[in-house]
C-alpha cells in the first residue's frame, strides 16, 4: 500500500540555518510527491512537487529531489527565515487518482 | 477568485447531533476532497468525488456522508456525532487529470468540536 514517513518535530532552528526534513514513502507503481506547508491559522498549499524519479522541485528557496532508490524526498532549505515557521508535509499522490497520502507533518520553528 | 471556501470556522457539538461542513470552490475543479486532521496523524482522506454525481470513500468514511450536485458545492454530513470526530477538516479540489500529480488547493479548515 501507499504510506510516507516523516521525521517527527517539532524542529528549531536559528535564523539562517540549514533545514533538511526528512521523508521517505512506500507505493505502488510511480506516484508524485509533494510537499505541502501549512502557516498558522490557515489551510494547506503547495510548496513543491516531483512527478518522476530524478526530478528537482524548488520553491521559495526549498528544493526537494525524487530519489526512487532511497524511495525518498527530503526537503531542504540553505537558509531560513522567521517567516518559514510553519508545518511542512510530505505527501504521495497514488497513480490513477488525486487523493493524497500524507506524512505526520513536522513543525519548524525559526527564532531570530 | 476565493479558491475553496469552507464554513462555519468553528463549531461546537453536543454527542449525537448532526450537521453539514460546507465546501464551496470557484475554479470549476473536477475533483474534491475532504480531509480531516488529527494531532500527529497527518491528514487522512474521508471521501472524495471525481465529479457532479459521484463520490466514493477513503481512508476514514465512518460516520461521515457527502453528496456531490453540482461541481462548486461538496458538504460533509455528520450524522450522529461523536467525540472520536472531533478535528480539523479540510477540504481539496484539484483538475482532475487522475494521474496523480495534480495540485491540490485546500480551504481554511473547520475546527470541530465534539462534546
Known amino acids: 500500500g501507499n504510506s510516507v514517513t516523516q521525521m517527527e518535530g517539532p524542529v528549531t532552528l536559528s535564523e539562517e540555518a540549514f533545514l533538511t526534513i526528512n521523508c521517505t514513502y512506500t507505493?505502488?507503481?510511480?506516484?508524485?510527491l509533494f510537499w505541502y506547508v501549512q502557516y498558522p491559522g490557515e489551510g494547506l498549499q503547495l510548496l513543491l512537487k516531483?512527478?518522476?524519479?530524478?526530478d528537482k522541485g524548488s520553491n521559495k528557496g526549498f528544493e526537494a529531489t525524487y530519489r526512487k532508490e532511497t524511495t525518498s524526498f527530503h526537503l531542504e532549505k540553505g537558509s531560513v527565515q522567521v517567516s518559514d515557521s510553519a508545518v511542512y508535509f510530505c505527501?504521495?499522490?497514488?497513480?490513477?487518482?488525486?487523493?493524497?497520502?500524507f506524512g505526520t507533518g513536522t513543525r519548524l520553528t525559526v527564532i531570530p | 477568485n476565493a479558491g475553496v471556501t469552507q464554513t462555519p470556522k468553528f463549531q461546537v457539538l453536543k454527542t449525537g447531533q448532526s450537521m453539514t461542513l460546507q465546501c464551496a470552490q470557484d475554479?470549476?475543479?473536477?475533483?474534491m476532497s475532504w480531509y480531516r486532521q488529527d494531532p500527529g496523524m497527518g491528514l487522512r482522506l474521508i471521501h472524495y468525488s471525481v465529479g457532479a454525481g459521484i463520490t466514493d470513500q477513503g481512508e476514514v468514511p465512518n460516520g461521515y456522508n457527502v453528496s456531490r450536485s453540482t461541481t462548486e458545492d461538496f458538504p460533509l454530513r455528520l450524522l450522529s456525532a461523536a467525540p472520536s470526530q472531533t478535528s480539523v477538516y479540510f477540504c481539496?479540489?484539484?483538475?482532475?487529470?487522475?494521474?496523480?500529480?495534480?495540485?491540490?488547493?485546500f480551504g481554511p479548515g473547520t475546527r470541530l468540536t465534539v462534546l
Open positions: 475554479m470549476n475543479h473536477e475533483y
Open positions: 481539496a479540489s484539484s483538475y482532475s487529470m487522475g494521474l496523480g500529480t495534480d495540485t491540490q488547493y
Open positions: 507505493a505502488t507503481g510511480y506516484p508524485s
Open positions: 516531483a512527478t518522476k524519479a530524478d
Open positions: 505527501a504521495l499522490g497514488s497513480t490513477g487518482a488525486n487523493n493524497l497520502f
